[in-house]
């Protein structure tokens, strides 16, 4: 099924980019403040239970990860700090207290299922030990350092990055926008680590009733913005031109622009004006406008302000539930769209700039022509974004991994892109102690 896809939808087979992130060095700072609690759960579960001393099993009485960092390695990896203290209680002997140090280096792949994925590349366990009697000597560590088994202490950092994967896993899911249409963000390489922090490009695909929908090319290839200075925010979005139009492309697929408007005229209030319509329909009864898209929808993104270009056809008519249209009518709509975001969901509503009604059916005259115009454009002002910002309700879910939302977004329309400058915050689960990403 995936090969006949790729041809059936050449579009998506170029794997072009449309979106992408830039996780700050402050936003990899913060998710190392919070996977503290994480790591030291993961730690005090498994370190109780390794030989760390003198050969005596289970020697380690408590676990406490006092400092987690993780730092970035231009055009290699992330670099993993933690500091254990250890409580060491070996049978028969005085306590001790030991500094476990682990150093790992970490790499960002690309699984063969399309998914990022954290592997250890590197990892060194280090360890200072101090008896009661030894405050500040520092003599026994070598004994300790030969003691330690390396292998087990670097199998515990790679039990610490399961649950990043899996939140990693969970950047590709399949998000909601309406019953029949849904989003996914695949990445399209594996991220490009910098001093400005950790690239990440991705290819938007959108379903329509579990079948992929076969976007138009986009004219210009799309890259991420240079940030101009360092941002304190954690995580910077960029969203294209294209992936808006692409968005109201799928949305046009799934049927979610042909609109149904009572308007507020009958066949008997439409008959004084145009004669036709009475002899059409002999009793009264209200006047219908079926609405459909008769080319794609397309968004032009300038400096500060977004908008959103539809072109409908506009069938007027009566009856229910037996429709029947009297006249078409072709309507151009412009509508400006205010984007906001709320949690890890694109909000876009809709208010209407400019109309036009034109190309009315070839029986009406000039004069009859205007009347329509002065008849529906109020209508269709007042309707279309009321049914576009009805279909819109739910937002658009950005690209996110699970636990995690976004705070203090600024929202900055360029010419071509937007930009989303965000805070990253935890959700802890019920019972979940801390996470790490």
Not at 16 to 40: K, M, N, Q
Not at 140 to 145: A, G, K, N, V
Request: proline share 7%; glycine share 6%; charged share 15%.
């Amino acid at each position: 099924m995936g090969t006949l896809l790729s041809l059936l939808v050449p579009a998506q087979a170029t794997r072009s980019p449309d979106c992408g992130g830039i996780l700050t060095p402050s936003g990899l700072s913060y998710l190392a403040e919070v996977s503290r609690p994480y790591a030291e759960v993961v730690l005090r579960q498994d370190l109780m239970d390794l030989d760390l001393t003198l050969g005596s099993p289970k020697a380690s009485s408590s676990v406490q990860v006092v400092d987690l960092s993780l730092s970035l390695v231009p055009e290699a990896g992330l670099r993993l700090g933690i500091e254990v203290d250890l409580g060491i209680t070996p049978p028969d002997a005085a306590p001790r207290l030991a500094r476990l140090s682990i150093l790992a280096d970490l790499h960002i792949d690309l699984s063969p299922d399309g998914d990022l994925q954290l592997i250890t590349s590197y990892c060194r366990p280090t360890v200072e030990v101090q008896s009661a009697e030894e405050v500040g000597s520092k003599s026994s560590s070598s004994d300790l350092d030969k003691e330690i088994n390396a292998d087990k202490i670097c199998l515990e950092v790679s039990k610490l990055l399961l649950l990043p994967n899996e939140q990693l896993m969970s950047l590709t899911a399949q998000f909601p926008i309406t019953p029949r249409c849904q989003v996914q963000y695949l990445p399209l390489a594996a991220p490009v680590i910098s001093e400005e922090g950790i690239t990440m490009s991705l290819q938007t695909m959108f379903q329509v009733a579990g079948m992929a929908v076969p976007l138009p090319v986009s004219p210009t290839p799309f890259s991420m913005p240079e940030l101009v200075s360092s941002s304190p925010s954690h995580l910077t979005l960029a969203l294209s031109e294209h992936f808006y139009t692409s968005l109201f492309f799928a949305l046009e697929r799934a049927g979610a622009f042909n609109m149904t408007i009572l308007s507020p005229l009958t066949t008997a209030t439409m008959a004084q004006k145009i004669t036709q319509v009475g002899s059409l329909y002999p009793e009264d009864l209200p006047v219908m406008l079926r609405a459909e898209l008769r080319s794609s929808p397309r968004v032009e993104l300038e400096e500060g302000r977004a908008a959103l270009k539809l072109f409908l056809t506009i069938h007027v008519g009566a009856g229910s539930p037996e429709f029947q249209s009297f006249l078409s009518v072709s309507a151009d709509v412009t509508a400006g769209l205010l984007l906001s975001v709320t949690n890890t969901r694109m909000m876009i509503s809709a208010a209407v700039i400019d109309q036009a009604i034109k190309k009315p059916t070839l029986w009406l005259s000039p004069l009859q022509a205007t009347l329509l115009e002065e008849l529906f454009l109020g209508t269709v002002r007042e309707e279309v974004p009321v049914w576009m910002n009805a279909v819109l309700n739910e937002g658009v879910h950005l690209p996110h991994i699970s636990t995690f939302t976004y705070t203090d977004v600024s929202v900055m329309i360029h010419k071509d892109y937007v930009l989303l400058l965000c805070n990253l915050k935890l959700q802890a689960r019920h019972g979940e102690q801390g996470a790490m990403a």
